[in-house]
């Protein structure tokens, strides 16, 4: 396994000058840095291109997505006189395993963990057959195996043991995407962000993964290449990609609108895990939007607001619709047009006309929220948005045209509850329209009401 620790600098030498010079790699969640040094000649590193470091664990960590700077000297100008020559090189990307990660390799297979799903994840007997085996089967330690849109979506039990136990001291979820067509390690992560995505929406909440590993080869070839004693292991992957703090009270499962937790509720969590990677392409500025909000539940500002705003927006079912079909404009412009001419207006104000008149041919901010707000009561429920939610969300609109100039100050503690309530209000109404179309179960239909995003909004005082 790699034995890169996270925040502590690593004595290194660098593989691509041909020299061999020595320095420092330090990888974390708030930086990933190298610094390169000469005792001789000047030296510069190019960072357009990845740059391998051997480390003193014998790792390779290959850098990718850098920024380097000039490398700078130090002098000492009196007998006897030396030089030390020093560059650094910040990065985005560090890949770390028994190879260099070349900017040509592909992603054949990612696994990766995140963070506070065991509970979600928890599939009754299967986790207590674990319990009681020491060698438990592969029926029990894999949870799923599906196809979505060229990818294989897997998720398994991972476990640790101690000498004194039969059973597991620590169970977990493992997730892993396996590609038809491997990406690139700069366009791999915008399918383990979707996979992350759909945990979050389940819970409501921020979520990111972690021990990211990836692999040239598919399961299949993994294994077969452990079978002959052959595989080199994973490479793991780092960004500069910090914690959020999550809630313990945001963890509730019984938010969840799916869950694993038996036969019945795992069908319906793989069914929606499905539905949601094949939609994940026309999905993916929404979805952004969506976590970009989840991360915000702790501030009350102009930036939540304008982000909820821009999330229903982008949503493709939240579309404003038309109220006036082509042929009852066309029939208008030309009575609307006939009439100007009448009165002895120059034939140019026809376009000004139309214009006018295309404009207004959209449904009004109320007749769209009551015709969204519709939609989320028919799939969910009357009441899973307060009678006041129409209400709230065209007070949201009205908070947005104040916001969108500046920051906006509330004059009042009145005003700051009622702009915090609005926008609760559009984010609760943009979950459930996320959530609109996905093969929810009659059983997750009430949970999905029973979200921290709903919850939010319904609690908040006005």
């Given at each position: 396994m790699p034995k890169i620790e996270s925040g502590k600098p690593l004595h290194c030498i660098e593989l691509v000058t041909g020299e061999n010079l020595t320095g420092t790699v330090l990888v974390s969640d708030e930086e990933i840095r190298a610094r390169i040094y000469s005792y001789a000649d000047f030296f510069h590193i190019k960072g357009e291109q990845p740059v391998f470091l051997q480390t003193e664990t014998n790792e390779i960590v290959s850098l990718h997505s850098n920024v380097t700077t000039i490398a700078g000297t130090s002098s000492r100008n009196i007998a006897p006189q030396r030089e030390t020559h020093r560059q650094e090189i910040l990065s985005n990307v560090a890949v770390v395993g028994h190879d260099p990660w070349r900017a040509e390799d592909r992603v054949k297979r990612v696994s990766f963990h995140v963070k506070h799903t065991n509970g979600l994840m928890?599939?009754?007997?299967?986790?207590?057959?674990?319990?009681?085996?020491?060698?438990?089967?592969?029926?029990?330690?894999?949870?799923?195996?599906?196809?979505?849109?060229?990818?294989?979506?897997?998720?398994?039990?991972?476990?640790?043991?101690?000498?004194?136990?039969?059973?597991?001291?620590?169970?977990?979820?493992?997730?892993?995407?396996?590609?038809?067509?491997?990406?690139?390690?700069?366009?791999?992560?915008?399918?383990?962000?979707?996979?992350?995505?759909?945990?979050?929406?389940?819970?409501?909440?921020?979520?990111?993964?972690?021990?990211?590993?990836?692999?040239?080869?598919?399961?299949?070839?993994?294994?077969?290449?452990?079978?002959?004693?052959?595989?080199?292991?994973?490479?793991?992957?780092?960004?500069?990609?910090?914690?959020?703090?999550?809630?313990?009270?945001?963890?509730?499962?019984?938010?969840?609108?799916?869950?694993?937790?038996?036969?019945?509720?795992?069908?319906?969590?793989?069914?929606?895990?499905?539905?949601?990677?094949?939609?994940?392409?026309?999905?993916?500025?929404?979805?952004?939007?969506?976590?970009?909000?989840?991360?915000?539940?702790?501030?009350?500002?102009?930036?939540?607001?304008?982000?909820?705003?821009?999330?229903?927006?982008?949503?493709?079912?939240?579309?404003?619709?038309?109220?006036?079909?082509?042929?009852?404009?066309?029939?208008?412009?030309?009575?609307?047009?006939?009439?100007?001419?009448?009165?002895?207006?120059?034939?140019?104000?026809?376009?000004?006309?139309?214009?006018?008149?295309?404009?207004?041919?959209?449904?009004?901010?109320e007749q769209q929220f009551k015709r969204l707000v519709g939609m989320v009561e028919a799939r969910f429920g009357k009441g899973v948005l307060p009678d006041e939610a129409v209400y709230h969300l065209k007070r949201a609109i009205s908070f947005r045209g104040k916001s969108a100039h500046g920051h906006f100050n509330p004059e009042s503690d009145a005003q700051f509850r009622a702009f915090s309530k609005s926008t609760r209000a559009m984010e609760a109404l943009c979950y459930l329209l996320t959530a609109l179309e996905l093969p929810i179960p009659e059983e997750g239909i009430p949970r999905a009401g029973s979200n921290p995003v709903l919850r939010d909004y319904r609690l908040a005082c006005d």
């Open positions: 928890r599939h009754d007997r299967k986790v207590k057959a674990i319990g009681r085996n020491r060698f438990p089967t592969e029926e029990h330690l894999i949870i799923f195996n599906d196809t979505a849109q060229g990818l294989t979506v897997r998720a398994w039990y991972s476990a640790t043991y101690g000498g004194e136990f039969e059973g597991p001291k620590e169970l977990w979820p493992t997730f892993e995407i396996e590609f038809e067509e491997p990406p690139s390690l700069r366009d791999y992560i915008e399918h383990v962000s979707d996979y992350v995505n759909f945990l979050s929406f389940c819970f409501g909440v921020q979520l990111k993964p972690s021990a990211i590993r990836i692999d040239r080869l598919s399961f299949a070839q993994m294994m077969e290449a452990a079978e002959q004693h052959e595989y080199p292991g994973e490479h793991e992957v780092h960004y500069i990609w910090p914690e959020a703090e999550v809630d313990n009270r945001d963890l509730w499962v019984g938010g969840s609108p799916v869950r694993c937790w038996d036969d019945k509720e795992l069908a319906s969590f793989r069914e929606c895990l499905v539905a949601w990677m094949n939609r994940a392409a026309a999905w993916r500025r929404p979805n952004a939007l969506m976590m970009a909000s989840f991360g915000l539940k702790n501030v009350v500002s102009s930036e939540r607001l304008l982000n909820a705003c821009r999330w229903l927006e982008d949503i493709p079912i939240a579309k404003a619709q038309p109220m006036l079909s082509g042929s009852d404009i066309d029939a208008i412009l030309a009575v609307a047009a006939a009439k100007a001419q009448e009165l002895g207006h120059d034939v140019a104000i026809g376009e000004r006309i139309a214009g006018a008149i295309r404009w207004i041919r959209a449904e009004t901010a």
